[in-house]
């Protein structure tokens, strides 16, 4: 684990949600793809690019546009960079019947519409990015 002393780390639920909104719009990830509740603590290393989001309990997500089903632990974790979260920890997507872990999430260059998610296997589904922008509150 690298040395996290050098962290922004933050507290607070608003100030946590704002936190977690402004690095998708830093590393240009569409805004609703952590849709996060209760989070108790934001951390950034800027160094490193390490970044975890804490909240009180686990959250189940449905978005809506692609019909899928995503399950964010207590403790979601990745090292982030322009337009990419490599090494994702903490989010699962449900496939069929069983939960799959999420290991990497990034939107290509060169098709700036499209965001690919991948697992540990090697196997990965592409979305249109619009299928996570942030979700108006009903």
Same mark, same amino acid.
């Given at each position: ?55 009180? +309990? ?12 995503? @399950?964010?632990?207590?403790? /979601?974790? #990745? =090292? ?29 260059? +060169? ?12 196997? @990965?589904?592409?979305?249109? /990015?619009? #299928? =996570? ?6």
């Amino acid at each position: 684990m690298p040395d996290q002393r050098k962290a922004e780390i933050h507290t607070g639920e608003s100030l946590c949600k704002q936190k977690s909104l402004e690095l998708l719009e830093e590393i240009h990830l569409p805004l609703g793809l952590l849709p996060l509740d209760d989070i108790v603590e934001v951390g950034y290393n800027r160094t490193t690019g390490f970044v975890w989001l804490k909240q009180k +309990k686990r959250k189940d997500h449905r978005f809506l546009k692609i019909g899928r089903q995503v @399950s964010y632990d207590t403790e /979601v974790t #990745a =090292f982030v960079e322009d337009r990419r979260m490599r090494r994702l920890t903490g989010v699962k997507t449900r496939e069929l019947l069983i939960w799959v872990s999420i290991s990497d999430i990034y939107v290509d260059e +060169k098709d700036l519409e499209k965001i690919t998610f991948g697992n540990p296997t090697g196997i @990965s589904r592409t979305f249109p /990015v619009s #299928a =996570f922008e942030l979700e108006e509150k009903k």
